[in-house]
């Protein structure tokens, strides 16, 4: 959990005539970028200057500082996610160490349970005695049997304190966890490539295979995207996964951003 809280790049309006100059260089996904990362006015400066002249390399730098503002952001919440996605897939490998432990020792109890009754069975003459142990180990066999078959295993109680999922889940940002410049990219429908969905929006449905619906506080809804509660080591991978999954959306912006500045400075 961040010591801190991020200071976002504020989001630019840009004016309907700025616009119209923008869209006539640039595409629908990289003006998305140049609101989001309040680029508008440096990029106009660029495109309106003299080549090599003093102001052309004052907008160039401007927008290099942006550009390096917004990517400190983005490894930030990329890191802090994959801090989260690395410790609970941990805790999830050490419950699973521990139910493996136990389902061994059964394995091996209903392995030598079954041993003892049959050599049980062939040294005791009593033919009703011999019947009774042979049930009696029966069942105590099938017993350790079931108890090995158990799904859940061992579970832990996690509380989490700044749920970085919940925000995605509920489509809102209430919870201010991510920056202003970042939320908005990720929830622009305009950025993504089908532009029908934002990256929340695909993210969130790929979240629904984990077992998850659409009905609200539902018992899974509660576990993975509110404050936590008593997790078994199958629940605790899925969280580690929809926590590595939403690393590699935000990570994958950077390539956006590169693209961006690589296509600006490439028109003049």
């Known amino acids: 959990m961040p010591n801190v809280t991020y200071q976002s790049i504020p989001v630019q309006q840009i004016s309907n005539s700025d616009s119209?100059?923008?869209?006539?260089?640039?595409?629908?996904?990289?003006?998305?970028?140049?609101?989001?990362?309040?680029?508008?006015?440096?990029?106009?400066?660029?495109?309106?200057?003299?080549?090599?002249?003093?102001?052309?390399?004052v907008a160039k730098q401007r927008m290099i500082e942006k550009y390096m503002l917004?990517?400190?952001?983005?490894?930030?919440?990329?890191?802090?996610?994959?801090c989260n996605g690395e410790r609970i897939d941990k805790l999830a490998n050490y419950i699973d160490g521990l139910n493996a432990k136990s389902q061994t020792r059964l394995t091996v109890a209903s392995i030598l349970l079954g041993a003892v009754t049959a050599v049980t069975a062939t040294t005791v003459n009593s033919k009703?005695?011999?019947?009774?142990?042979s049930i009696a180990g029966g069942l105590g066999t099938a017993a350790l049997g079931f108890m090995t078959l158990n799904p859940k295993g061992k579970k832990?109680?996690?509380?989490?304190?700044?749920?970085?999922?919940?925000?995605?889940?509920?489509?809102?940002?209430?919870?201010?966890?991510?920056?202003?410049?970042?939320?908005?990219?990720?929830?622009?429908?305009?950025?993504?490539?089908?532009?029908n969905l934002s990256l929340v929006e695909t993210?969130?449905?790929?979240?629904?295979?984990?077992?998850?619906?659409?009905?609200?506080?539902?018992?899974?809804?509660?576990?993975?995207?509110?404050?936590?509660?008593?997790?078994?080591?199958?629940?605790?991978?899925?969280l580690a996964n929809m926590h590595n999954e939403l690393q590699a959306t935000i990570r994958s912006i950077q390539q956006d951003i590169r693209s961006l500045m690589l296509s600006i400075t490439?028109?003049?």
């Open 20 to 57: 119209i100059q923008l869209v006539k260089h640039l595409s629908p996904h990289n003006f998305v970028l140049i609101k989001y990362l309040n680029l508008s006015r440096s990029v106009l400066d660029y495109l309106n200057s003299d080549d090599d002249s003093a102001r052309k390399l």
């Open 70 to 82: 917004f990517e400190s952001e983005l490894n930030a919440i990329a890191a802090e996610l994959d």
């Open 128 to 133: 009703e005695l011999n019947n009774g142990l």
């Open 156 to 195: 832990i109680r996690m509380t989490l304190q700044r749920n970085m999922l919940e925000s995605i889940w509920y489509q809102n940002n209430n919870a201010q966890i991510y920056p202003s410049s970042i939320w908005g990219i990720i929830s622009e429908k305009n950025f993504s490539n089908s532009k």
């Open 203 to 238: 993210t969130r449905q790929r979240w629904l295979q984990y077992g998850l619906d659409d009905q609200q506080e539902s018992s899974l809804e509660e576990l993975y995207f509110r404050d936590g509660g008593v997790f078994a080591a199958e629940e605790l991978h899925d």
């Open 266 to 268: 490439s028109l003049n």
